[in-house]
């Protein structure tokens, strides 16, 4: 087959999406080869992970023949056609407008509603906009990919599509998280960073909804001897979490790091004790994944998806009870045995997600669609 993707994120982007977008891309290339994999992008950016992946056999990087800020969501049609597109994918929530009437079946993956759930983050603008894309490509897609049972369930509430049209299929994360650093590369990173000793690790941007504030409410009551090392893009709820560190006297405690080089993160995850997750709301969760990947017991929210990333061995409190979190946390800090059993059945419960995997139920997909 010739299977088209939306690849402006795979491209382009670092962040999540993009990583999504290139592991999927790049793993069926590796376990299906005798398909050709076409990248539409818009632009590409040439940095080492893109450059790595668009050079990959069976892929195709495809920049627009036509120019205009619409090609993504117009003009790509002629070329889906010119390239005998047998299948296209939608890897984030869009599709092109008025690809049902080309005759090339469609799929498209929907992370989560956050736009939604949560409006007050968006502005609205960028609510309006992703709101008409999603809309549209659940009702026009031949077939809808949801990262998780709970954004199933949110695409069946909020847009009213059959449920039979909606096939979860779970991300992966990256490779690197799924091999042990040297003792030597960790000494390394350990120095680079200055890190504490003993650490409680908390990964994702630093805003309200991914709840930092009910983790720093939390470590005022966790054992002194552990810091708190806060990974990720600071905004404005920053500020609320920089007031409460000083006014519970931690500023000695929490260790914030930004820009943290890809290659460096899976060696940081490693040599923490608890990974603590307290996000209210997420789509699937992959910080979960990455962690229970390097062995790290994982304290995380209920209310969301996230039981279903960290499986049932991993600890889980509501969202804003922070002396919940605080008990939590202490009762896998105070107990080894714990640890290495969170660790072990850990590990077993991540290879759900391993990338082999997800590329068989991706491409038996695929095959059905096109059929």
Request: aromatic share 10%; charged share 20%; net charge positive.
């Amino acid at each position: 087959m010739n299977i088209g993707f939306d690849g402006k994120r795979a491209a382009n982007n670092l962040t999540g999406l993009g990583n999504y977008s290139r592991s999927l891309i790049g793993h069926l290339a590796k376990y299906f080869p005798q398909n050709q994999y076409f990248v539409y992008s818009p632009k590409v950016k040439d940095i080492p992970q893109v450059n790595a992946f668009i050079n990959t056999k069976a892929i195709h990087l495809k920049l627009p023949e036509t120019k205009g800020l619409l090609w993504r969501s117009l003009g790509i049609k002629k070329q889906l056609l010119k390239d005998r597109i047998d299948l296209y994918h939608g890897l984030s929530h869009e599709i092109p407008i008025g690809i049902h009437k080309t005759g090339i079946p469609s799929i498209v993956t929907i992370h989560d509603l956050i736009f939604i759930k949560f409006p007050k983050n968006f502005g609205v603008i960028d609510r309006f906009i992703y709101n008409l894309k999603t809309r549209y490509a659940c009702k026009h897609a031949d077939g809808i990919i949801a990262i998780s049972e709970q954004t199933k369930q949110d695409i069946i509430q909020f847009f009213k599509i059959a449920p039979d049209k909606i096939e979860v299929i779970y991300q992966s994360c990256d490779d690197s998280f799924k091999l042990q650093a040297t003792a030597e590369t960790k000494k390394l990173v350990h120095e680079k960073y200055n890190l504490p000793d003993q650490y409680i690790l908390n990964v994702g941007t630093i805003e309200t909804r991914k709840n930092l504030l009910t983790l720093i409410k939390a470590l005022k009551n966790v054992n002194e001897a552990y810091k708190l090392v806060v990974i990720g893009k600071k905004t404005g709820y920053y500020k609320l979490v920089e007031k409460e560190i000083q006014e519970q006297g931690l500023i000695d405690r929490v260790l914030f790091l930004q820009n943290v080089p890809f290659t460096d993160l899976p060696v940081i995850y490693q040599m923490a004790t608890v990974f603590a997750y307290p996000s209210v709301y997420e789509g699937f969760g992959i910080p979960i994944i990455e962690a229970l990947y390097t062995h790290v017991p994982v304290v995380a929210a209920t209310g969301s998806c996230l039981e279903e990333a960290g499986g049932p061995n991993s600890i889980y409190v509501h969202p804003t009870d922070h002396t919940a979190l605080a008990n939590a946390i202490n009762k896998i800090l105070a107990n080894p045995d714990l640890q290495a059993e969170m660790k072990e059945k850990g590990i077993a419960y991540v290879q759900k997600f391993n990338n082999e995997h997800i590329s068989n139920q991706m491409m038996q997909l695929y095959i059905k669609t096109f059929k």
